[in-house]
């Protein structure tokens, strides 16, 4: 699918292909406006990783299967010169929510005759992605606060705030620290794909009813296909991670209270990163499951542990706050809803179709012969009594009729010839 952008910036919007690595990877080095998020990796290396498996990818994307979006990119072209790139992803399994990965445009100075401007270009490659995804019903990005161009760039584009979005940096000391302490935990369990439900319900109490929306998560969202763990399994073999996720039950409410998730590198190239939930009414649960994250982390090389929290968790960033990890990053989530109008097609009226000339062979060959129903409606209705008009003949009423009833007329008086 290929749009055309106005005439006056006489640029294309078309899917990524393999011959725009070398061209992306040449405006990113000179220097490009580059949006990303903090836990994704750079420019420079996405494409690298994107060279090595273009194949596998671009088959995935042929037919439906759980990694058929892995990537999807689309770049912005004048000239047959690449100006911007775009990648975009789906955030649930349902694909009713989309994110917004990262945006690269080239930098363009606004003294180059008509070409035009950087914002042009990205507001350019958001929209197409806006018309051409007609699943997404939402979209989602995720922006530092200190960037003010890209904050123009999507609140020009319809984006609203919907969180803060705080990144903390836990050291190998303090962690060394938090692992001393003995987690008091007796109802942490593994997760499976059996406890999807209950990690549904957690993730819904856990954040307020407006990003509940937006991200508009279902159970699958909670639940790992073959194919996804035989993916997920590749990449941490490739990557040298490992992932350890566990989940603590209440057996009273039989529900989910907690749940975390941490990455850990295990050649010490990289570090820790953590996912944690915890339900608004069992906050004390956060020294328990850092303590328990900690002492995950003592197997393996001494590296620094991430996690991010939410304007909406206070308890979290008190917590974090206390303990002396120290802030790394500040962004804003951002979120932008879209309507796409459906096509209306004109009703088409029966009386324009010439069904004469269509069905020609099913015209009748000769006159057809009345039937009996349409010699009934040939006999004119009798008249009411005291309605003043004279009956009209009818059949049985002509001297032609075989009726028994039947008398000779009256004859008028003939004239007295005597």
Avoid at 94 to 116: C, F, H, L, Y
Avoid at 337 to 353: D, I, N, Q, T, Y
Wanted: glycine residues 4%; contains cysteine; proline residues 8%.
């Amino acid at each position: 699918m290929t749009s055309a952008l106005p005439q006056t910036t006489n640029i294309t919007v078309r899917p990524f292909q393999f011959r725009d690595l070398e061209a992306i990877a040449h405006f990113s080095l000179e220097g490009a406006e580059v949006e990303q998020q903090s836990v994704s990796l750079k420019l420079g290396q996405r494409l690298q990783h994107l060279r090595r498996w273009y194949g596998l990818l671009k088959f995935l994307s042929l037919f439906p299967n759980p990694l058929q979006h892995l990537f999807s990119a689309y770049v912005a072209e004048q000239g047959n010169r690449i100006q911007g790139i775009i990648q975009v992803s789906p955030f649930n399994r349902t694909r009713s929510t989309w994110k917004v990965d990262q945006v690269a445009v080239e930098a363009i100075a606004p003294a180059k005759g008509d070409q035009p401007l950087s914002s042009d270009i990205g507001s350019q490659l958001l929209r197409y992605c806006f018309q051409a995804i007609w699943e997404a019903r939402t979209w989602l990005i995720e922006v530092d606060v200190n960037d003010k161009s890209a904050l123009a760039l999507y609140r020009q584009n319809g984006f609203q705030s919907l969180a803060e979005m705080t990144y903390w940096a836990i050291a190998p000391e303090l962690l060394e620290a938090l692992a001393e302490r003995e987690p008091d935990l007796p109802n942490l369990l593994p997760v499976s794909n059996a406890d999807a439900s209950l990690l549904h319900q957690l993730d819904t109490a856990s954040m307020p009813p407006l990003v509940r929306q937006v991200f508009d998560r279902q159970i699958s969202d909670f639940k790992t296909s073959l194919l996804g763990s035989f993916y997920y399994g590749m990449t941490n073999w490739v990557s040298h991670t490992e992932v350890i996720s566990s989940y603590v039950f209440e057996p009273q409410r039989k529900a989910a209270i907690g749940y975390f998730q941490i990455k850990l590198c295990r050649d010490g190239s990289r570090p820790h990163v953590a996912q944690l939930t915890v339900h608004p009414a069992y906050t004390w649960l956060y020294p328990e499951l850092l303590s328990q994250m900690a002492r995950i982390a003592q197997e393996f090389p001494a590296q620094t542990l991430r996690l991010a929290s939410a304007d909406y968790q206070p308890e979290r960033e008190e917590y974090l706050q206390q303990i002396g990890a120290s802030r790394t990053e500040h962004t804003l989530m951002m979120s932008r809803s879209v309507w796409h109008k459906l096509r209306e097609a004109k009703p088409v009226s029966l009386e324009g179709l010439h069904l004469s000339e269509v069905l020609q062979g099913f015209q009748p060959a000769r006159k057809p012969v009345p039937s009996r129903i349409s010699l009934i409606k040939s006999i004119p209705p009798l008249p009411q009594p005291g309605s003043g008009q004279p009956p009209s003949a009818s059949p049985a009423d002509s001297p032609s009729s075989n009726s028994a009833d039947n008398t000779l007329p009256d004859l008028p008086d003939s004239p007295n010839l005597g």
